[in-house]
Each structure stands twice: as structure tokens, then as C-alpha cells.
């Protein structure tokens, strides 16, 4: 079983950044592929990024250049810096853990934090 506690959430002006973070339980964090999704009011939950055991990472296009995922394997950590951004980011965002390897769907994902809002005024 793996917890996960996303922090780093708040609000903020368009150009702004943030910093998520997502503390994990358990001592096998380092073989999990990490995601981050997020899910705006009246849409459905989406991709924004992964990261690999070894550090590989994946993004959306619209956090491309944008956003960047790391993990401290150490720390049972992974990060999620967003800078530039925009009022479209505001949305919940939700850390995951999955054991199968990387994927862009949640499906993938075996484990779920319970969400840090961002909010990014206009």
C-alpha cells in the first residue's frame, strides 16, 4: 500500500509559478513510474506529466516547456514546478503512483493522493 499527500497548491497570478510536491509512503518508491493529473471544474481528469524510475519524463504539450517533473527518490518525493503560468492550469491536481510502468491514461496509476488545488488568476 502506498500513500501519497500532494502539497504546494495555492493561488496565483497568470506568469506566476508553483511548486507541487508529493511525499510518498513505502520503501519501493523508486521503482514506481510518479504522475501528475489534474482535473478542472466540469472536465474530465487529465495528463500534465510523468516521470520513470530513472528519471525519464513525459509531459503534455501544454506543459511542455512550462512545467517540469523530478523525483528525490531519497526523499520518496516527486515535484512538479510550474512556471508562465496560465488561468487554464486552475484545476485539482493529483499525484500518482503506478507499478506497470508509464502511461498517460489513470487507469495506469495504482495509487492516488487526495489532491492540491491551483488557482491561476487572469
Known amino acids: 500500500q502506498v500513500t501519497l499527500v500532494e502539497s504546494g497548491g495555492g493561488l496565483v497570478q497568470a506568469g506566476g509559478s508553483l511548486r507541487l510536491s508529493c511525499a510518498a509512503s513505502g520503501r519501493t518508491f523508486s521503482t514506481y513510474v510518479m504522475g501528475w493529473f489534474r482535473q478542472a471544474p466540469g472536465k474530465e481528469r487529465e495528463f500534465v506529466a510523468a516521470?520513470?524510475?530513472?528519471?525519464?519524463?513525459y509531459y503534455r504539450d501544454s506543459a511542455k516547456g512550462r512545467f517540469t517533473i523530478a523525483r528525490d527518490n531519497a526523499k520518496n518525493t516527486v515535484y512538479l514546478q510550474m512556471n508562465s503560468l496560465k488561468p487554464e492550469d486552475t484545476a485539482v491536481y493529483y499525484c500518482?503512483?503506478?507499478?506497470?510502468?508509464?502511461?498517460?491514461?489513470?487507469?495506469?496509476?495504482?495509487?492516488w493522493g487526495q489532491g492540491t488545488q491551483v488557482t491561476v488568476s487572469s
Open positions: 516521470i520513470s524510475w530513472n528519471g525519464g519524463s
Open positions: 500518482a503512483a503506478g507499478v506497470r510502468g508509464y502511461s498517460t491514461v489513470g487507469t495506469g496509476y495504482d495509487y
